[in-house]
């Protein structure tokens, strides 16, 4: 027997559906509906998810659909299925008494006693009777019709066929119960070869500002200053205007709030040279460790994990009958509490919402804030489901966990998963309403959010049956990224719809929205192909619903993408193998992206940021490309990164692109966390202001290999922030270098530096003045010439 398709394989991006519905009697309404999709292993029976065995398909014409699975979508019992082997013909009795006999080969079905000729016979398959839809629906009574827009065909009691608008998504379908569920997945794997606490912090902290003493007797009539509304400071470095992302250190103009370790850290930073330690939120020994968070006038919003032992019983079945006991586990969840800070004397908690899971992302939009996390399903073929529900926590309806139920688990019929996916909005301002929590069977990978919507997207891969190994050799798989989108509106958060895109995505800035269009930039293929497999890259524009509406495909064959970004009409894209092409593409046109122009230089940019509407700026590593010689053949070349590389773009001709100034620092093995996180960079076009951290090395004399050419990785020479000024007519020019580390502790440094305590992490302003961040210390300089005005130990 040849093998199944996995789930969601669409071969020859053909599918198609059938909405079924049924009338139990001359009078009643009707109370049946399902769907098929063509190659897909699950169907949509009044509104569950179902597994199949085997999938439907598409022959001549007419869609086939498993025998036993449409009667079933028609309502007919499984006692009124009776299969004729020596006859290879099927006997379907509904429940109102019609009988109808279908025969393998034969164009004929009999219906009550008479035969009527169809012009597609039913089909044995794989051991199997597949259905031709049409023909069975019509004699049971149904309307059938065709929806064009959605390859779909509509089946219905006659006047029900009604079109769906094009606008609208079709509702997700549920799990429905804890057995379907085992199905699913059960389903999923054989087909596929395998599946690719509860302790409330409850603190008040109280902000101690240094006073003079006339500043005493003033702030006892009118309490604590508040931040200054003119303050002049950086904010958090993010992707989209007006959607602010978590980090680590965030500032309000007055406050430097700080994730250090297990405490968030309050410092007075205002004015820079009476800066101190205003107070600290100490989460040690309480089960929560905080990763990232928000701050604005009136809220902090501090994000973490916990881990907590859970003693409970294995699972209830629906008849509420124990099955086993399970040891006790550990509980993994997303934690976001929540305090108001506009009395700087009393700061409190309001609330907590606590996600079952590992964290994917957040985002915060004005008062509205959402959390997205991934809870894994730990199951095999066979036996029960650890954990099988997904939890949640909203103090503003209880303090204990919350199980949200299968049938209110929605699922993605295309891409079963073992585990959830978990979505929350809250709104700020109203803290005692009810959280909008939803739950779906599948995950998520990277988030993108605008401020109407959230794109959830993960990578799913396709594995191709022996029949198609000719055209696809092996080894060779094909993945394909899905993205759900999510409307957004007060913290409320409402499924809207669902596409794919071939290959997968880099990172957040993979993906965009602009003008209602859902942009996202992609790699498929194998990099170590060079035949028609090998890796390329594309671009694709979708419409709200996610369909594709325009493309650019295959973008420099070979190479892989090292960063994206969208601004406005245009795309920017760095590809890498040996040498970096910068390319500047046209999406101006959504149904037509095309490609500007492109720029090929040594080295690679991990992040591009915008400078202005005609340049861009490169953030990446410096390379060389060897060939030939006594470590390559004449026809071999490889590259080798060296030090960081920092470029800046001009796209002003948008057909030559040119790098028109270029920085290097150290050598082989300097690194940022600038190439890794965005979060980390400084930048203020207006201030010429550009800064990072970063950890620099450098190879000297010594270390030379003259016999090699292959560089050599460089001994450590400093941890700190290197801060430039940039401009357009000089470039980057170096400002100066602050470090957090002692003239002891590079003595002591040797070859190599770890991830000390006092490695500086962050770099912002607030009015005049510069700070940087490390573990250990706070230090203040003056904008202006780096002038050490204080340095502040955090113990």
């Keep these: 027997m040849k093998k199944l398709l996995p789930v969601g394989v669409?071969?020859?991006?053909?599918?198609?559906?059938?909405?079924?519905?049924?009338?139990?009697?001359?009078?009643?309404?009707?109370?049946?509906?399902?769907?098929?999709?063509?190659?897909?292993?699950?169907?949509?029976?009044?509104?569950?998810?179902?597994?199949?065995?085997v999938v439907p398909f598409v022959e001549g014409n007419r869609t086939y659909v498993p025998a036993r699975y449409l009667a079933y979508a028609l309502g007919i019992p499984e006692n009124g299925v009776i299969w004729d082997a020596l006859n290879q013909s099927a006997t379907l009795t509904s429940t109102d008494g019609k009988t109808i006999i279908i025969t393998v080969g034969r164009a004929v079905l009999t219906v009550d006693g008479s035969e009527q000729a169809i012009d597609a016979p039913p089909l044995l398959k794989e051991g199997r009777i597949f259905l031709p839809v049409r023909w069975l629906a019509q004699a049971l009574g149904y309307e059938v019709g065709w929806d064009e827009a959605t390859s779909t065909v509509l089946v219905g009691p006659p006047g029900s066929i009604a079109h769906k608008p094009a606008n609208e998504a079709a509702p997700l379908p549920s799990i429905g119960s804890y057995e379907n569920l085992k199905d699913l997945l059960a389903n999923a794997q054989s087909r596929s070869g395998g599946f690719y606490n509860e302790v409330l912090v409850d603190q008040a902290l109280t902000l101690r500002a240094p006073q003079s003493a006339n500043q005493k007797a003033e702030s006892s009539a009118t309490g604590a200053a508040a931040p200054q509304s003119d303050a002049d400071y950086s904010k958090t470095n993010i992707q989209v205007e007006g959607v602010d992302e978590a980090d680590?250190?965030?500032?309000?103009?007055?406050?430097?709030?700080?994730?250090?370790?297990?405490?968030?850290?309050?410092?007075?930073?205002?004015?820079?040279?009476?800066?101190?330690?205003?107070?600290?939120?100490?989460?040690?020994?309480?089960?929560?460790?905080?990763l990232e968070m928000y701050v604005d006038a009136k809220y902090l919003v501090v994000i973490g994990t916990t881990h907590s032992q859970v003693y409970e019983p294995m699972y209830k079945d629906e008849r509420q009958k124990r099955i086993g006991i399970m040891p006790p586990y550990s509980r993994n969840t997303v934690k976001a509490i929540i305090y108001n800070i506009e009395d700087k004397s009393g700061i409190k908690q309001l609330r907590e919402l606590e996600l079952n899971g590992s964290y994917i992302s957040s985002r915060k939009i004005g008062s509205s804030f959402y959390?997205?996390?991934?809870?894994?399903?730990?199951?095999?073929?066979?036996?029960?489901?650890?954990?099988?529900?997904?939890?949640?926590?909203?103090?503003?309806?209880?303090?204990?966990?919350?199980?949200?139920?299968?049938?209110?688990?929605?699922?993605?019929?295309?891409?079963?998963?073992?585990?959830?996916?978990?979505?929350?909005?809250?709104?700020?301002?109203?803290?005692?309403?009810?959280a909008s929590v939803s739950s779906y069977l599948g995950s998520g990978d990277n988030i993108y959010a605008s401020t109407a919507n959230l794109y959830v997207a993960v990578t799913g891969y396709r594995q191709f049956k022996e029949a198609d190994q000719e055209l696809l050799p092996a080894p060779y798989s094909s993945n394909v990224t899905r993205i759900y989108r999510f409307t957004l509106s007060e913290g409320r958060v409402s499924y809207a719809a669902k596409g794919e895109a071939p290959g997968h995505i880099l990172n957040q800035f993979s993906m965009d929205e602009h003008l209602g269009n859902f942009r996202i930039a992609t790699t498929q293929g194998d990099i170590w192909r060079t035949d028609q497999y090998t890796s390329r890259n594309n671009v694709f524009i979708m419409d709200e619903n996610l369909n594709i509406t325009g493309r650019l495909e295959n973008i420099a064959p070979g190479e892989k993408i090292y960063s994206a970004r969208f601004i406005g009409d245009r795309g920017y894209l760095v590809t890498f193998k040996t040498v970096d092409p910068f390319f500047v593409l046209d999406l101006k046109d959504p149904g037509n992206p095309a490609i500007l122009g492109a720029l090929k230089i040594p080295g690679y940019s991990d992040y591009l940021h915008p400078y202005d509407e005609n340049h861009v700026i490169g953030f990446g590593k410096d390379t060389v490309e060897l060939s030939g010689g006594n470590a390559f053949s004449a026809d071999e070349s490889m590259a080798f990164y060296t030090g960081m590389k920092m470029a800046l773009f001009d796209v002003t001709d948008v057909n030559?692109?040119?790098?028109?100034?270029?920085?290097?620092?150290?050598?082989?093995?300097?690194?940022?966390?600038?190439?890794?996180?965005?979060?980390?960079?400084?930048?203020?076009?207006?201030?010429?202001?550009?800064?990072?951290?970063?950890?620099?090395?450098?190879?000297?004399?010594?270390?030379?290999?003259?016999?090699?050419?292959?560089?050599?990785?460089?001994?450590?020479?400093?941890?700190?922030?290197?801060?430039?000024?940039?401009?357009?007519?000089?470039?980057?020019?170096?400002?100066?270098?602050?470090?957090?580390?002692?003239?002891?502790?590079?003595?002591?440094?040797?070859?190599?530096?770890?991830?000390?305590?006092?490695?500086?992490?962050?770099?912002?302003?607030?009015?005049?003045?510069?700070?940087?961040?490390?573990?250990?210390?706070?230090?203040?300089?003056?904008?202006?010439?780096?002038?050490?005005?204080?340095?502040?130990?955090?113990?």
Excluded at 21 to 42: K, W
Excluded at 267 to 276: C, L, N, S, V, Y
Excluded at 391 to 417: G, H, M
Excluded at 418 to 430: E, F, R
């Design 656 to 795: 030559n692109p040119v790098e028109m100034f270029r920085e290097t620092i150290g050598d082989r093995g300097t690194d940022s966390e600038l190439l890794h996180n965005h979060k980390a960079l400084l930048f203020d076009k207006d201030k010429n202001l550009l800064a990072f951290p970063v950890r620099v090395m450098v190879v000297d004399d010594s270390q030379a290999a003259p016999d090699s050419a292959i560089p050599q990785y460089g001994t450590f020479a400093f941890q700190g922030a290197y801060v430039y000024n940039l401009d357009l007519t000089h470039g980057f020019s170096m400002k100066g270098k602050i470090t957090h580390l002692s003239a002891e502790d590079y003595l002591k440094a040797g070859n190599y530096w770890y991830d000390s305590d006092k490695n500086v992490a962050r770099i912002l302003y607030i009015n005049d003045d510069l700070y940087t961040l490390s573990n250990s210390y706070i230090a203040a300089n003056r904008l202006d010439d780096l002038q050490e005005i204080k340095r502040l130990e955090i113990k």
């Design 371 to 434: 959390l997205v996390t991934n809870q894994h399903l730990y199951y095999s073929p066979g036996s029960e489901i650890e954990n099988p529900r997904p939890l949640y926590r909203d103090t503003a309806v209880k303090d204990s966990f919350i199980e949200i139920d299968y049938p209110n688990i929605k699922c993605f019929p295309d891409f079963i998963q073992p585990g959830y996916l978990l979505v929350a909005g809250i709104n700020l301002d109203q803290p005692d309403q009810e």
């Design 10 to 53: 669409l071969v020859l991006a053909l599918t198609a559906a059938i909405i079924l519905n049924q009338q139990r009697g001359a009078s009643a309404a009707p109370d049946h509906n399902a769907s098929f999709v063509v190659n897909q292993a699950t169907f949509i029976a009044d509104g569950q998810a179902r597994a199949m065995d």
């Design 248 to 290: 680590i250190v965030k500032t309000d103009g007055v406050y430097i709030y700080q994730v250090n370790r297990e405490r968030v850290v309050v410092t007075r930073a205002q004015p820079a040279a009476d800066m101190t330690v205003a107070g600290t939120l100490d989460f040690t020994g309480k089960d929560f460790s905080p």
